[in-house]
């Protein structure tokens, strides 16, 4: 871009005018800026203190101007936003997400999009409080900002704020956020689909109505602790190890990773103690009872006539069942919803959970937070791309939750003549957890740069963005999204990365394409299948496409 070509002869200091005036003077009377503070390269950003959510302070890969925006939404709301926007700009925006019912704004995501050049914002979304706790939802115009005012609201402003800034317009505008994240981006596509060029979206907290009411009723399976059918933390760990005993050959391949856990049919009575043991950890087995809801965790919530409720946690998740089933009653992200958002009963009794619940909940749509209008046509007519992942051992959200939104966007664009191929692609990852990591006996390739990926890995907090080592667009799906986007390249793989210690992205341990669904990958039989070109994409009648390089 010409002006920014020539700005950059003079020193970075007066290149920009980072100052509150300035941004000031570009906004409308309901915004006011907080901040505007010049950071220098390689320099820590400190997060304003009163950030509950997201309070650590990161690292910044390129000098930026940091500003923080307050918009106020209705008379008893506001939220506000956070920009950082670089001296030395990619001429793009980037927006990212939130988690779980988190508000504030989550400057380390913002951090990694600094590193690619992104004018880069985070919304807190109209609050400020930790991933699990609802109880700011009692005021219904915080919680409209949650469900999708403050996201909009901010990105339309930032996009002008940008332009004013920098005197041009972003080219591209992108979205990168996982679980409520991946929900955000899912909305935008959904309610707003002129807000984005491209929209990464990871295990999407999608169907907020059953998703927040299923986190009650699965937790409900393993109530009370007192209970003979109550499976303690301890035993989570042998239930993970059988599953790997039974299902890591089925794919072909025993290395840890169980490809397509639909593909093994696991059977739980094999964990049955034998006789009456004195200690379970140690016998490593499970009563009659806990098998019984071994059951319910892995089978669908289904309702009467075989209403489909909620998909089932995947064989392979309960590494990190202890968020959802390891405690004394539900995890926040259920019990809340249903007091704060739904109900405003903050005395509500998890044991009287039932399926009205699930059905009040569909009907009031607390703060038309759901995706489910899967008609997303629109967006595709105005050129979007929308790329979807999810990992196989997501102990939070259901795998299954996202291959269900797939194909319900399938049932409402198919018959109007619409393919989802060219601008739609959702990528199963076996081994991740949820938007991030891997259990530490499966060590699958996990990381490719999706949302909060890049906050998990280096010493120091904001340090890292992108893939380090393959800054490419077969190793990062943010740059994958930019080449499809851009240059029309759709990603037929995107290939993903475990290194040895992840923090430290020191020796690479493997690394493993993953498949547009409903391809899956397979091992050609040939060279190291922890090298990713060992490795080919193949549909279920088996075309495929080679992997290059
Ligand atoms: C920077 O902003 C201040 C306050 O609005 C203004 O007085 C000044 O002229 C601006 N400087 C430049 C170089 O734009
Ligand atoms: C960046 O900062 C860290 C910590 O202050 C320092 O160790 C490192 O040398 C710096 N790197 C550069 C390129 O300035
Ligand atoms: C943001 O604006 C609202 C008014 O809409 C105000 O109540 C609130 O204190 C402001 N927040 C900050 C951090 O200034
Ligand atoms: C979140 O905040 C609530 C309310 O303060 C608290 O009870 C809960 O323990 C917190 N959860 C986490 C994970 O910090
Ligand atoms: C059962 O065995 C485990 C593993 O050896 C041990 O950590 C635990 O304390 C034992 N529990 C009881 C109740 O003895
Ligand atoms: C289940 O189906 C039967 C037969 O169609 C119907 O009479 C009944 O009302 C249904 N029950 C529920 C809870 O939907
Ligand atoms: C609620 O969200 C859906 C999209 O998910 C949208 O189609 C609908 O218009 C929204 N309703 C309201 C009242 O905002
Ligand atoms: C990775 O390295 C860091 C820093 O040395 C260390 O704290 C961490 O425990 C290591 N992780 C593993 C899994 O070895």
Redesign the pocket.
Known sequence: MKSITLLSLLPLVTAFNCTTPLFQSLLPP?A?A?LATPIPANATFTVPT?NIAYPTSPALQRSVCAV?I????S?T????FGLFLPDDWNERFLAVGNGGFAGGVNWLDMAAGVGYGFATMSTDTGHNSNNSDGRWALNKEALTDWGYRAMHGSIVLAKEVVQGYYGSQSKYSYYSGCSTGGRQGLKEVEMFPEDFDGVLAGAPAWWTSHLQTWTVKVALYNLPTTSAHHIPPTLFPIVGAEVLRQCDAQDGLIDTIVSDPRGCEFIPEELLCKSAVANQTEAGCLTEPQIETLYKIFNDYVETNQTFVFPRLEPGSEAQWEVLLGAEQPNGLGIDYVRYFLLNQPDWNFYDFDYGIVQEADRVQPGNASAIDFDISPFHARGGKLLHYHGFADGLIPTGSSEYFYRQVMRALLPQGLELDSWYRFFLVPGMQHCQGTPSNVNAPWYFAGGNQAGDLGLRPGSVSGVPGFRDADHDALLALMRWTEEGQAPEYIIATKWHNDTLQDKVLRQRPLCPHPQRAQYTGYGDPNDAASWKCSAKGGLSAQLVG
């Open positions: 309901t006011t907080l009163s923080q307050n918009v106020t939404s008379p709301s506001a939220y506000s």
